[in-house]
Structures are given as C-alpha cells and as structure tokens.
C-alpha cells in the first residue's frame, strides 16, 4: 500500500540470503540449499537449479539473463530455462554478484577477498585492495566496494561515453 511493509508468504521456511528482480512480476529469492523461489507477479514458486549449496545472491538484466551466486557451485547463469555453470578457474564461493550488463559482471568471492569480472566470454581476476569487501556497486565508469570498518573502496574504470563496452578498463 506503499505505507508499510507486510509479509509475503513464500510457502518455505528456508533461511534467505538474497532478493533481485527485474519488475513487480519477476522477482527471484535465493537461500540454503540451493533454494531459488521465483515470483510472477501472483505467487512464489520453487526452481529447480539442479544443486543443494546455498545461494547467496542472485542478478540479472530481464528474467532471460539472470546469474546465480552459490557457495559451492561458483556462479550459475539461467537463460530462462535452463541454468548453466559459468566457466570460472577459480572453485571459491561467491557470495554477491553485480553488473552494468550481461557482458559487463563482477562476482565477489567469500567475504570478499576477491573478485571476478566477466567479459561476456571470461571471467577474470580483477585486483582489489587488502580489506574484506561485502558489498558492490558498479557503472560503466566506477566500481565501488564496501567493507569492514567502514571501508568503501572505488576503481575509475575511464569508460569514455562513446565507448559501448567498457569491461578492458581494469
């Protein structure tokens, strides 16, 4: 009613870590054991991903490109019907995910002690100052990451306004 908040019922009581959606009828939550709820706008359903680790975030560009973040099965990408194990050297857990775009990602790994950018094609190591980084932001030119004590970290990525693709910045 836009005045206060009110609980959803979701049909589960799993513990949920994460929430993105890409309207009011397409929202996705993410949890333990591998859970994903996905709603449509008139109730929750659960989707199955094929795992049984957790989740702990999930972001997308419209409900045909969404990205899946787990603590053991790295990042999965769902295309709108089926999920795909993205294709990273690195087994660590991710924890958040964030993008510009489908081709312009980052995923964190656990508490943050590094992070991944996609290209659209790979996924690469991107260098990050020592500290324990929980959160991201991103634009084309700025990259912002948030942590302990306090701790907000930024990268100029100099993605010039002519330029479609700025993901060759770092």
């Known amino acids: 009613d836009g005045h206060a908040w009110s609980k959803v019922e ?4 799993a513990v949920l870590f994460g929430v993105w959606g890409s309207g009011a009828d397409d929202v996705y939550a993410v949890g333990e054991l591998g859970l994903v709820l996905h709603y449509n706008g008139l109730g929750w359903t659960t989707v199955d991903t094929g795992t049984q680790f957790e989740f702990w975030g999930a972001w997308g560009t419209s409900p045909h490109d969404v990205f899946f973040f787990s603590d053991a099965d790295g990042v999965l990408h769902f295309d709108g019907q089926h999920f795909r194990q993205a294709n990273i050297s690195s087994r660590q857990s ?7 775009n489908s081709i312009d990602l980052f ?3 656990y508490e943050g002690q590094g992070l991944l950018h ?3 094609t790979d996924w690469g ?3 990050v ?3 324990t980084n929980f959160s991201i932001w991103a634009t084309r030119a700025k990259t912002y990451l948030g942590g302990r004590q306090g701790s907000i970290v930024t990268f100029d990525r100099h993605c010039a306004s002519r330029e479609t693709h700025c993901f060759d910045r770092w």
């Open 10 to 13: 979701t049909g589960v009581s």
């Open 94 to 100: 991710f924890n958040y995910g964030m993008g510009v």
């Open 107 to 109: 995923t964190m790994e």
């Open 118 to 120: 996609f290209n659209g």
């Open 125 to 127: 190591i991107v260098s």
């Open 129 to 131: 100052p020592p500290v």
